[in-house]
């Protein structure tokens, strides 16, 4: 329930964001397409706005008219979550480990 009515919030945001993303759907569809961001949510353990909002701000930096899919969007809720708060993204992370293996040799034994 709660899920459900963080999509009906979020939607109208994405639609103002991705402006072609719902041309010339029908009521039918747009519900199809509501109902498999509330499971994606759900699944995902999206449940929060803040989450949603940590979304968002990644959405609305994309230049493409259309909108992402759910799983594409649950990824940026993350990804951002994770920023806020100071951890490293996936690039800084592998830039890291790299490093850490090319100085390996340098840190004594634990």
Not at 68 to 96: K, Y
Request: proline share 5%.
């Amino acid at each position: 329930q709660q899920v459900a009515q963080i999509i009906n919030g979020v939607f109208s945001q994405l639609l103002a964001t991705f402006p072609a993303s719902l041309a010339n759907r029908d009521q039918n569809e747009l519900n199809e397409i509501r109902r498999q961001w509330v499971l994606a949510f759900r699944e995902n353990g999206i449940t929060t706005m803040e989450q949603v909002n940590a979304g968002m701000r990644v959405a609305r930096r994309q230049n493409r008219p259309f909108l992402p899919s759910p799983g594409q969007f649950v990824a940026w809720c993350r990804e951002e979550a994770s920023v806020i708060a100071g951890l490293p993204n996936v690039s800084e992370l592998v830039d890291m480990v790299y490093e850490y293996c090319r100085k390996r040799g340098l840190y004594p034994d634990a």
